[in-house]
Protein backbone atom coordinates (compact mmCIF):
# COMPACT_ATOMS: atom_id res chain seq x y z
CA UNK A 1 0.00 0.00 0.00
CA UNK A 2 1.17 3.29 -0.75
CA UNK A 3 1.28 5.37 1.90
CA UNK A 4 3.27 3.17 4.45
CA UNK A 5 4.80 5.15 7.24
CA UNK A 6 8.52 4.76 7.18
CA UNK A 7 8.47 3.63 11.09
CA UNK A 8 6.97 2.91 13.73
CA UNK A 9 7.04 6.03 15.48
CA UNK A 10 5.37 8.17 12.88
CA UNK A 11 2.47 5.56 13.25
CA UNK A 12 2.59 5.85 16.96
CA UNK A 13 2.41 9.14 17.53
CA UNK A 14 -0.80 9.40 14.93
CA UNK A 15 -3.79 9.15 16.38
CA UNK A 16 -6.59 6.39 14.92
CA UNK A 17 -8.71 8.52 13.51
CA UNK A 18 -5.47 10.14 12.00
CA UNK A 19 -4.56 6.80 10.40
CA UNK A 20 -8.19 6.22 9.75
CA UNK A 21 -8.16 9.54 7.35
CA UNK A 22 -5.15 8.95 5.67
CA UNK A 23 -6.35 5.38 4.82
CA UNK A 24 -10.10 7.06 3.74
CA UNK A 25 -7.83 9.21 1.11
CA UNK A 26 -6.00 6.72 -0.47
CA UNK A 27 -8.93 4.65 -0.84
CA UNK A 28 -11.44 7.31 -2.28
CA UNK A 29 -8.32 8.29 -4.65
CA UNK A 30 -7.43 5.54 -5.89
CA UNK A 31 -11.88 4.90 -6.44
CA UNK A 32 -12.09 8.24 -8.29
CA UNK A 33 -13.73 11.37 -7.93
CA UNK A 34 -17.58 9.44 -8.31
CA UNK A 35 -16.55 8.08 -4.67
CA UNK A 36 -19.75 8.46 -3.23
CA UNK A 37 -21.95 7.21 -6.13
CA UNK A 38 -19.85 3.99 -6.77
CA UNK A 39 -20.23 3.33 -2.67
CA UNK A 40 -23.90 3.79 -2.97
CA UNK A 41 -23.91 1.31 -5.69
CA UNK A 42 -21.78 -0.91 -4.59
CA UNK A 43 -23.42 -0.75 -0.70
CA UNK A 44 -26.86 -0.38 0.21
CA UNK A 45 -26.25 0.90 3.85
CA UNK A 46 -24.74 3.90 1.46
CA UNK A 47 -27.54 4.54 -0.05
CA UNK A 48 -29.81 5.59 2.44
CA UNK A 49 -29.67 9.28 3.93
CA UNK A 50 -27.67 7.65 7.31
CA UNK A 51 -24.85 6.26 4.89
CA UNK A 52 -24.93 9.70 2.77
CA UNK A 53 -24.33 11.49 6.11
CA UNK A 54 -21.51 8.98 7.24
CA UNK A 55 -20.00 9.66 3.80
CA UNK A 56 -19.99 13.01 4.27
CA UNK A 57 -18.43 13.16 7.92
CA UNK A 58 -15.76 10.80 6.22
CA UNK A 59 -15.31 13.66 3.96
CA UNK A 60 -15.36 16.34 6.34
CA UNK A 61 -12.83 14.27 8.65
CA UNK A 62 -10.00 15.20 5.89
CA UNK A 63 -9.89 18.86 7.15
CA UNK A 64 -10.90 18.22 10.90
CA UNK A 65 -10.95 14.58 12.54
CA UNK A 66 -13.57 16.12 15.16
CA UNK A 67 -16.13 16.07 12.34
CA UNK A 68 -16.66 12.30 12.45
CA UNK A 69 -16.18 9.51 15.04
CA UNK A 70 -13.53 6.80 14.21
CA UNK A 71 -16.56 4.23 14.00
CA UNK A 72 -18.07 6.30 11.47
CA UNK A 73 -14.72 6.72 9.73
CA UNK A 74 -13.79 3.42 9.26
CA UNK A 75 -17.09 1.77 8.11
CA UNK A 76 -16.49 4.19 5.43
CA UNK A 77 -13.03 3.06 4.81
CA UNK A 78 -13.40 -0.69 5.10
CA UNK A 79 -16.43 -0.20 2.46
CA UNK A 80 -14.13 2.21 0.00
CA UNK A 81 -11.22 -0.23 0.56
CA UNK A 82 -13.09 -3.40 -0.27
CA UNK A 83 -14.50 -1.78 -3.54
CA UNK A 84 -11.09 -0.53 -4.34
CA UNK A 85 -9.66 -3.90 -3.90
CA UNK A 86 -6.85 -2.57 -0.93
CA UNK A 87 -6.42 -5.50 1.40
CA UNK A 88 -4.99 -4.43 4.65
CA UNK A 89 -3.05 -6.67 6.68
CA UNK A 90 -4.84 -8.62 9.72
CA UNK A 91 -4.22 -6.32 13.09
CA UNK A 92 -2.68 -8.85 15.44
Known amino acids: MKGKAKSIE???????????????????????????KQLSE??????TKVG??????AA???SSTRRASADRIERVVLA???LAGIQNPPIV
Do not use: Y
Not at 14 to 22: E, G, N, Y
Open 42 to 47: ADEFFN
Open 10 to 36: QTVLKSIQDRLVDRFIIARDTVGPNWR
Open 80 to 82: LEK
Open 60 to 62: SAV
Open 52 to 57: ADWMQG
